[in-house]
């Protein structure tokens, strides 16, 4: 397994951020880049279609070979010279021989978007309507019905910015916004954060159960029971989540990591404001480093 690989399939959000950091010195450090140019865009010929479908299954096996990671879809990626490969619930960045790979969002600066969410967005089509259809039998609940705003958020137990979330959904309920909990524990199965969302699940008061598991405190454990968490979980791949805390809004619009009470009513605010805001558009609330965060 290659080194890239290995920091892939890590948990860790900070991992995937390490990875990033040592390929951009490697990039920083070589001259040019050193990044070998892809082939120029096929000409609309049934000959250079051909010849483009070809270069595309070649760059495919290549960089799954090279990278050691499952790899759905590979196509050039804006900037000249990369290629933008989609592996699970991950868009990468790599030269066509695979030696260099940047992982993290690209952004358009000129208009104001976030390339690598909006290419995440256009894949979450499917996955969608299995998160609309969560009904509130599925989900445990903080807030009135008739609060003004209601958000689905993808939680774990042992995540940082879930707790620091959670240690405030009174200030969160207080600005009329009720919060959705669906469980995203990503250790996976048969793991503890796995049996703590469980354990939350089958206890008596969910409520309680899950304030008291992001405090740390040991819960005991419950009779067995049926859970949503195998569901959950999964549909929290098919949407392509690379982070907890995940937030949905009412509408279903994404938001990527914590945001403070204030910040999250006023994108919720700007929402209903300006309507569907667009797919993967930059907020600076999103990049400001006390909100934005995710674990």
Wanted: net charge positive; glycine share 6%; aromatic share 8%.
């Amino acid at each position: 397994m290659t080194a890239f690989a290995t920091l892939l399939r890590r948990p860790s959000r900070t991992a995937y951020i390490s990875a990033l950091a040592v390929v951009l010195g490697c990039l920083v450090l070589s001259v040019g880049f050193a990044v070998p140019a892809v082939t120029a865009t096929p000409q609309p010929s049934a000959v250079s279609d051909s010849k483009a479908a070809v270069g595309k299954a070649d760059a495919r096996q290549l960089l799954a070979k090279k990278l050691e990671v499952r790899i759905e879809d590979v196509r050039p990626a804006l900037i000249p010279g990369l290629y933008e490969v989609i592996s699970g619930s991950d868009v990468l960045y790599a030269s066509s021989d695979g030696r260099y790979v940047i992982q993290g969002d690209m952004y358009d600066v000129d208009r104001g978007e976030n390339v690598t969410e909006q290419r995440l967005t256009s894949l979450r089509t499917g996955a969608m309507a299995e998160l609309k259809a969560i009904n509130d039998d599925q989900v445990i609940t903080f807030g009135p019905k008739d609060a003004r705003y209601t958000v689905t958020v993808f939680t774990d137990v042992d995540c940082a910015y879930c707790r620091k979330l959670h240690s405030q959904i009174a200030d969160y309920n207080k600005l009329g916004i009720r919060v959705r909990y669906l469980f995203f524990p990503r250790t996976g199965p048969n793991t503890a954060s796995w049996s703590k969302a469980e354990a939350v699940w089958c206890s008596a008061n969910r409520q309680e159960a899950l304030t008291r598991a992001k405090l740390g405190d040991a819960l005991a454990t419950p009779a067995k029971c049926s859970t949503p968490v195998a569901k959950t979980y999964h549909l929290a791949h098919e949407l392509m989540l690379r982070g907890t805390p995940s937030i949905f809004t009412d509408k279903f619009e994404y938001i990527s990591g914590y945001l403070a009470p204030q910040a999250l009513l006023d994108r919720l605010k700007q929402h209903e404001t300006d309507g569907r805001a667009a797919p993967g558009a930059v907020d600076k609330a999103v990049v400001d480093k006390t909100t934005g965060l995710a674990n």
